[in-house]
């Protein structure tokens, strides 16, 4: 269409619209009127914790509670303890966050015990029960708790409870593993394969400060 053949009112809301920038407005608690689902985020690409954060910084901008619970995110040799997210979401008033995970990766020579992975793994999954049927939240993100449940930490039969004990207007938002979490598929309402096509790591590149944590 080129603009002479626009109509009268396509062109006065073209016209409208140019050089217009969207006003940030001041965050005001709000409620959500069509929270509820359950998304799952897996696979063995970068992005599955970004997406969600993403999400949450959405939600939290539009005055809605959101808090991250964090199951295998303590840090690791080359991750400074305070990641850029938890700096980011101090400054949302509407953002709240917590991290249950050991300092390490289960699975990594770094150090860390497997059962004081486990011991923490078991005390995220607690939480988790707390927090899902705790209307205090409108979106609740399980960070890595497909991964604990791949890596043995805490049983699959358990994230299928945390769904199913959910308060129903909680949007749950769960991320992590490598292995498609088959038992969540009748479960979910939104299931992403975040697929790795390349990724610098597998080059020797290490975790980066703003992108990685």
């Avoid at 295998?72 to 938890?86: D, F, I, L």
């Avoid at 150090?111 to 992975?117: F, L």
């Avoid at 005390?123 to 409108?138: F, I, V």
């Avoid at 490598?178 to 992403?192: C, F, G, M, Q, V």
Wanted: proline share 4%; charged share 30%.
């Amino acid at each position: 269409m080129t603009p002479d053949s626009r109509s009268p009112d396509d062109a006065r809301r073209s016209e409208e619209h140019e050089d217009r920038t969207p006003t940030a407005h001041t965050i005001e608690p709000d409620e959500p009127e069509e929270f509820g689902c359950v998304q799952v985020w897996w696979g063995d690409g970068k992005g599955k914790t970004t997406a969600a954060l993403g999400m949450g910084f959405r939600a939290a901008g539009h005055g809605y509670r959101v808090h991250l619970l964090q199951f295998m995110k303590g840090g690791a040799g080359s991750v400074e303890n305070v990641r850029g997210e938890y700096n980011a979401i101090e400054r949302l008033p509407t953002f709240t966050y917590e991290a249950t995970g050991e300092f390490g990766w289960h699975g990594f020579s770094d150090g860390s015990d497997d059962a004081s992975h486990a011991d923490r793994a078991e005390a995220g999954l607690e939480r988790a029960h707390d927090l899902t049927t705790d209307p205090e939240h409108h979106m609740l993100i399980l960070d890595e708790v497909l991964y604990a449940a791949n890596r043995e930490l805490i049983e699959p039969a358990d994230v299928v409870g945390l769904i199913e004990s959910k308060d129903e207007e909680l949007e749950l938002v769960l991320t992590g593993g490598h292995s498609k979490p088959e038992y969540l598929y009748d479960r979910a309402d939104l299931i992403t394969n975040v697929r790795k096509e390349r990724h610098m790591i597998d080059a020797g590149q290490g975790a980066r400060k703003g992108t990685e944590y």
